[in-house]
């Protein structure tokens, strides 16, 4: 760990008040040593990953952590607090503070490493030093494990084989008797620092109750599976995940814990004691040969399959809208640049596998259009595949792909898409509830569910529904086709506030989903619907850098920080750089530019404004029609948000003041108190 932290990189007196102003203090260390190369991407890529989910830690540990292109090295800063901030953690203010950068393409040996602290942060005794050291050399030393003896390799072994060191394991084997025996896996969406706290935090309460606790970590630092025979010989199985636990099928049959991983970290033995209940009573978890089971919700979740069905409906389909995007944007951005190049027209030449030349700027044009569309091509399959992959995992892969390209050929597009993945999971799940015997459990997965299920699936789409949702598909293009007026700008105002309300969350990519789908199959009204929703999604970062910078001593230090990256983030369509703001103050941010998108989408929709890249923001420009309305669309769109959002928070300064003077004296000279 020796090139992940040096004395340069500690702070044994932060100073910060704020996450976001800890976040900074440290970074700027990391910028320094040249481990950061940009400040501000940087922190919007940290803050980003705290928007997903806190990482205080009970104890008094705060890890922000995140993967990013701007980080050149691995590498671990390490910040003190007498004060404590607020990390989010149950317990209360943290008071040692990581901050953990991965480069994006990060190598193992150093995710291993990184994983390893992760652990060494459930030990007390290697807290207490920390809290403990003076001198920067001295905890930087004792953070790479320098000071260490050979008993963290012992701890490290001992979770594996718990049985064998620990008293009332051993005394329970002496009796006779087999230890209870628990397989758990960890994972969290980094995969950097929780899914290694949850094992270690799981596996020593495991020691301290004699049972037998063997974690798959799914984590940035390999995927190893667990031996088949130990998920055999296991009594109960806990899952701590914010991500999708992989090849769930091998722990069908055995009574199941099924949370979110802060809870691993945060309450172990809770767990381990309800898996024990679970195995006494012999509830046996609903996970069948490939698993129909999905992610938990949060870090006491259930999981998702006992949410409302409006809850898993969405995780399907986001599940298989975010598999398409990848697709979308590499496809839509070729074929945008292919017009760039060679002008609309070139979407009918020649195959260039039959007619290419080197030095024509036809070819490659035709060329990029060309490979854009084959890209295209897989948009419906895709998203079918993985709507039905979301529903019950990889034997729903080959029906929803087949739906989804019998959807293309019969002419249902999107829509047949949606229906052909929920078609083809809920095929799959009804499958895997039949009972098998055991001799065909191992190729149910591999060969008889997709066969039927294709079968199923692909009658379905060719003679049932297929053509009639053709038939509503077609409509929709016409009605789109024929918008015009007032139609129009309410649909843009839809658009627009479904972008900007959460501003990446579910809402927000139902309304991008619903644009690109028409991309598959571009008309004149599906191209005005992807010029409205880029627009309206562009507002949120650049009202907040505009409010930030007309308005300063409405926002603190760190959104004026903020503002400066949003710039950037709003002119590249990523409505997400608004967040930091809408999680400090959502009642006055959320609705402001809320009225800003929704204005953005009406105009835009009103002035004809046609887009036929899926992404870029104002780097796409070219490709826009009707291009200096368009801009002026965003730019309404951004002041309207703005001046809300200066209005809002200057209220909300000004109140207090009121209240402050009016509460001095009043008129007979008594004590007056207002409401502010």
């Given at each position: 760990?020796?090139?992940?932290?040096?004395?340069?990189?500690?702070?044994?007196?932060?100073?910060?008040?704020?996450?976001?102003?800890?976040?900074?203090?440290?970074?700027?260390?990391?910028?320094?040593?040249?481990?950061?190369?940009d400040?501000?991407?940087?922190?919007?890529?940290?803050?980003?990953?705290?928007?997903q989910?806190?990482?205080?830690?009970?104890?008094g540990?705060?890890?922000?952590?995140?993967?990013?292109?701007?980080?050149?090295?691995?590498?671990?800063?390490?910040g003190?607090?007498a004060?404590?901030?607020?990390?989010?953690?149950?317990?209360?203010?943290?008071?040692?503070?990581?901050?953990?950068?991965?480069?994006a393409g990060?190598d193992?040996?150093?995710?291993?490493?990184?994983?390893?602290?992760?652990?060494?942060?459930m030990?007390?005794?290697?807290?207490?030093?920390l809290?403990?050291?003076?001198d920067?050399?001295?905890?930087?030393?004792?953070v790479?494990?320098?000071?260490?003896?050979?008993?963290?390799?012992?701890?490290?072994?001992?979770?594996k084989?718990?049985?064998?060191?620990?008293?009332?394991?051993?005394?329970?084997?002496?009796?006779?008797?087999?230890?209870?025996?628990?397989?758990?896996?960890?994972?969290?969406?980094?995969?950097?620092?929780?899914?290694?706290?949850?094992?270690?935090?799981?596996?020593?309460?495991?020691?301290a109750?004699?049972?037998?606790?063997?974690?798959?970590?799914q984590?940035?630092?390999?995927?190893?599976?667990l031996?088949?025979?130990?998920?055999?010989?296991?009594?109960a199985?806990?899952?701590?995940?914010?991500?999708?636990?992989?090849?769930?099928?091998?722990?069908?049959?055995?009574?199941?814990?099924d949370?979110?991983?802060k809870?691993?970290?945060?309450?172990?033995?809770?767990?381990?004691a309800?898996?024990?209940?679970?195995?006494?009573?012999?509830?046996?978890?609903?996970?069948?040969?490939?698993?129909?089971?999905?992610?938990?919700?949060?870090?006491?979740?259930?999981?998702?399959?006992?949410?409302?069905?409006?809850?898993?409906?969405?995780?399907?389909?986001?599940?298989?809208?975010?598999?398409?995007?990848?697709?979308?944007?590499?496809?839509?951005?070729?074929?945008?640049?292919?017009?760039?190049?060679?002008?609309y027209?070139?979407?009918?030449?020649?195959?260039?596998?039959?007619?290419?030349?080197?030095?024509?700027?036809?070819?490659?044009?035709?060329?990029?259009?060309q490979?854009g569309?084959?890209?295209?091509?897989?948009?419906?399959?895709?998203?079918a595949?993985?709507?039905?992959?979301?529903?019950?995992?990889?034997?729903?892969?080959?029906?929803?792909?087949?739906?989804?390209?019998?959807?293309?050929?019969?002419?249902?597009?999107?829509?047949?898409?949606?229906?052909?993945?929920?078609?083809?999971?809920?095929?799959?799940?009804?499958?895997?509830?039949?009972?098998?015997?055991?001799?065909?459990?191992?190729?149910?997965?591999?060969?008889?569910?997709?066969?039927?299920?294709?079968?199923?699936?692909?009658?379905?789409?060719?003679?049932?529904?297929?053509?009639?949702?053709?038939s509503?598909?077609?409509?929709?293009?016409d009605?789109?086709?024929?918008?015009?007026?007032s139609?129009?700008?309410?649909?843009?105002?839809?658009?627009?506030?479904?972008?900007?309300?959460?501003?990446?969350?579910?809402?927000n990519?139902?309304?991008?989903?619903?644009?690109v789908?028409?991309?598959?199959?571009?008309?004149?009204?599906?191209?005005?619907v992807?010029?409205a929703?880029?627009?309206?999604?562009?507002?949120?970062?650049?009202?907040?850098?505009?409010?930030?910078?007309?308005?300063?001593?409405?926002?603190?230090?760190?959104?004026?920080?903020?503002?400066?990256?949003?710039?950037v983030?709003?002119?590249?369509?990523?409505?997400?750089?608004?967040?930091?703001?809408?999680?400090?103050?959502?009642?006055?941010?959320?609705?402001?530019?809320?009225?800003?998108?929704?204005?953005?989408?009406?105009?835009?929709?009103?002035?004809g404004?046609?887009?036929?890249?899926?992404?870029?923001?104002?780097?796409?420009?070219?490709?826009?029609?009707?291009?200096?309305?368009?801009?002026?669309?965003?730019?309404?769109?951004?002041?309207?948000?703005?001046?809300?959002?200066?209005?809002?928070?200057?209220?909300?300064?000004?109140?207090?003041?009121?209240?402050?003077?009016?509460?001095?004296?009043?008129?007979?000279?008594?004590?007056?108190?207002?409401?502010?």
């Amino acid at each position: 760990m020796s090139e992940l932290i040096t004395a340069e990189l500690v702070d044994l007196d932060l100073s910060a008040a704020t996450k976001d102003a800890a976040a900074r203090s440290l970074a700027e260390r990391m910028v320094a040593a040249h481990r950061v190369t940009d400040l501000d991407g940087f922190l919007a890529d940290v803050a980003a990953r705290e928007a997903q989910m806190p990482t205080g830690l009970d104890g008094g540990i705060g890890i922000p952590h995140c993967r990013s292109e701007h980080v050149n090295a691995p590498t671990l800063a390490f910040g003190r607090s007498a004060a404590g901030i607020d990390f989010g953690a149950a317990d209360g203010p943290a008071d040692l503070i990581f901050l953990i950068a991965a480069p994006a393409g990060a190598d193992d040996d150093h995710l291993t490493i990184l994983s390893g602290l992760a652990r060494r942060l459930m030990d007390p005794e290697f807290t207490a030093a920390l809290r403990a050291g003076t001198d920067p050399a001295a905890v930087a030393a004792l953070v790479r494990g320098e000071e260490a003896t050979e008993e963290p390799a012992a701890e490290e072994e001992r979770a594996k084989q718990p049985q064998d060191t620990e008293p009332e394991a051993e005394a329970a084997e002496g009796a006779g008797s087999a230890p209870f025996r628990i397989v758990a896996v960890t994972s969290c969406p980094t995969g950097i620092a929780h899914t290694y706290m949850a094992a270690e935090s799981l596996a020593a309460a495991g020691r301290a109750e004699g049972v037998e606790v063997t974690v798959e970590t799914q984590g940035s630092a390999g995927f190893k599976k667990l031996d088949p025979g130990v998920i055999a010989a296991a009594d109960a199985v806990i899952w701590a995940h914010d991500v999708e636990v992989r090849e769930k099928a091998r722990f069908r049959g055995k009574p199941l814990v099924d949370v979110g991983v802060k809870a691993g970290i945060n309450r172990p033995a809770e767990l381990i004691a309800e898996a024990r209940r679970k195995a006494e009573h012999g509830e046996v978890a609903a996970v069948s040969e490939a698993d129909g089971g999905r992610d938990s919700g949060g870090e006491d979740g259930s999981g998702a399959d006992h949410a409302h069905f409006g809850v898993r409906l969405r995780t399907y389909l986001m599940s298989g809208v975010s598999y398409m995007v990848p697709f979308v944007a590499a496809g839509g951005l070729l074929i945008a640049l292919s017009f760039a190049i060679g002008g609309y027209e070139i979407a009918s030449a020649k195959s260039v596998a039959d007619h290419f030349v080197w030095g024509e700027a036809d070819s490659w044009a035709a060329l990029l259009n060309q490979i854009g569309s084959a890209a295209f091509g897989f948009l419906v399959p895709v998203l079918a595949g993985y709507i039905a992959y979301g529903m019950a995992d990889r034997p729903a892969l080959v029906p929803g792909f087949v739906g989804g390209s019998i959807a293309l050929t019969v002419n249902a597009g999107f829509l047949g898409g949606l229906v052909a993945g929920l078609l083809a999971g809920a095929v799959v799940m009804a499958i895997q509830r039949v009972p098998v015997h055991a001799t065909l459990r191992g190729i149910m997965p591999v060969l008889v569910i997709p066969l039927i299920a294709s079968a199923v699936v692909g009658f379905l789409m060719f003679i049932v529904v297929g053509k009639p949702i053709a038939s509503l598909q077609n409509a929709l293009t016409d009605w789109l086709n024929g918008l015009s007026g007032s139609n129009a700008v309410i649909l843009g105002v839809v658009l627009g506030l479904m972008m900007c309300f959460d501003m990446g969350g579910p809402l927000n990519k139902v309304a991008y989903a619903f644009a690109v789908g028409g991309l598959a199959d571009p008309t004149d009204g599906s191209l005005k619907v992807m010029a409205a929703v880029m627009a309206a999604g562009m507002v949120p970062p650049l009202a907040m850098a505009l409010a930030t910078t007309v308005r300063k001593k409405l926002f603190t230090k760190t959104e004026r920080e903020n503002g400066r990256a949003a710039w950037v983030l709003g002119a590249s369509f990523i409505t997400e750089g608004a967040i930091p703001f809408a999680a400090a103050d959502p009642l006055r941010v959320i609705p402001s530019v809320m009225a800003g998108g929704a204005v953005t989408g009406a105009l835009s929709m009103a002035f004809g404004a046609t887009l036929r890249a899926p992404h870029g923001g104002v780097f796409v420009v070219p490709l826009i029609g009707e291009p200096f309305l368009y801009l002026l669309a965003i730019a309404a769109g951004t002041l309207v948000a703005t001046a809300l959002v200066v209005l809002l928070k200057g209220a909300r300064r000004a109140a207090p003041d009121a209240a402050g003077e009016a509460g001095a004296a009043g008129s007979d000279g008594s004590r007056v108190t207002v409401a502010a």
